[in-house]
């Protein structure tokens, strides 16, 4: 019978102890990673229905209409403007003005007129060719223009008499540029426009008919604003303009060769009365 030692049976004791520590330490660590795992689940699907809820929320919106107001907000106070800032009246009643956007025009009176609770002065300007009335505002007279002096309506057709500037670029551009310039209403511009689409008496040029819309457009406008400047009428204003740009010739010869002929005809025609005394000679 071999001898049973303290020795091996302690060992044997405190092995089977370490065993079941490292065991239980294991089971342990394994837990509290299954629950720090089951903890972040469930805040990450909480998260998730809290976003869900608070698009919910946004999309279902209540209007401000019907929204209850908190007793601490305050409402702005809204001040309503009756009256027009008042400017002094640049022009008097029958004067002609040139508004841009419509050529020249006549002040036929002035009228207040209540725009939302808003008490506006206002010019009423009668356009004699659209055969329209306007309305500008006094505190926007500034779009307005006088009518051009005689000294500008000169040197304006100095410049329908100089030699067109043409610039090399597509139409479409230079049609912009043409129409910002009548536009614009400044009588210089406008004799530009009129001395660049002019063509003349020459019929091998072809105009297109955006050109001459453009060109019928300032020459009616600058031909309205000189007749009343020159105070002269509409045919001799035409005839002085035609003149400068040299269009129509042809007609203003035939014209002179027929009013020539006329007086002619009219002096042959016409008889010398025979008087008593020389009825009696010939007898």
């Known amino acids: 019978m071999s001898k049973i030692s303290l020795k091996s049976i302690l060992k044997k004791t405190f092995k089977k102890k370490n065993k079941n520590k490292k065991t239980n330490q294991i089971k342990k660590s394994k837990k509290t990673k299954i629950k720090k795992i089951l903890k972040i689940k469930k805040k990450s699907s909480k998260k998730i229905k809290e976003n869900k809820k608070k698009k919910i929320e946004k999309k279902v919106e209540t209007p401000d209409n019907l929204r209850i107001p908190k007793s601490n907000e305050l409402k702005p106070e809204i001040k ?17 003005i040139v508004y841009p956007k419509h050529g020249v025009g006549q002040i036929t009176e002035f009228k207040k007129i209540n725009i939302g609770g808003i008490d506006v002065e206002t010019y009423i300007i009668k356009f004699e ?22 000294n500008q309506v000169n040197k304006s057709i100095s410049i329908l008499k100089s030699k067109p500037k043409i610039k090399r670029s597509m139409w479409s551009r230079r049609a912009q540029e043409y129409e910002a310039k009548i ?3 400044k009588i210089y511009e406008l004799a530009e426009v009129v001395r660049d689409l ?3 008496d020459d019929l091998m040029i072809d105009q297109s008919y955006s050109e ?3 060109f019928e457009k300032a020459y009616d406008r ?10 002269v009428s509409r045919e001799d ?7 400068a740009l040299k269009r129509n010739l042809s007609k203003e010869i035939k014209e002179d060769l027929k009013t020539a002929k006329s007086s002619s005809a009219n002096d042959l025609s016409v008889e010398e009365p025979i008087s008593e005394v020389d009825e009696q000679i010939e007898e």
Request: hydrophobic content about 25%.
């Open 80 to 96: 309503k403007v009756k009256k027009q800032n008042t400017e002094k009246r640049d022009y008097k009643i029958k004067d002609y």
């Open 129 to 150: 060719k659209d055969k329209a009335n306007g309305m500008v505002p006094v505190n926007k007279q500034s779009h307005l223009r006088p009518l051009s002096t005689i």
């Open 183 to 185: 536009s614009s209403g």
């Open 198 to 200: 002019n063509k003349g």
């Open 212 to 214: 001459r819309q453009l």
């Open 222 to 231: 600058i031909l309205s604003e000189f007749q009343i400047v020159l105070n």
């Open 237 to 243: 204003t035409q005839k002085k303009l035609d003149k």
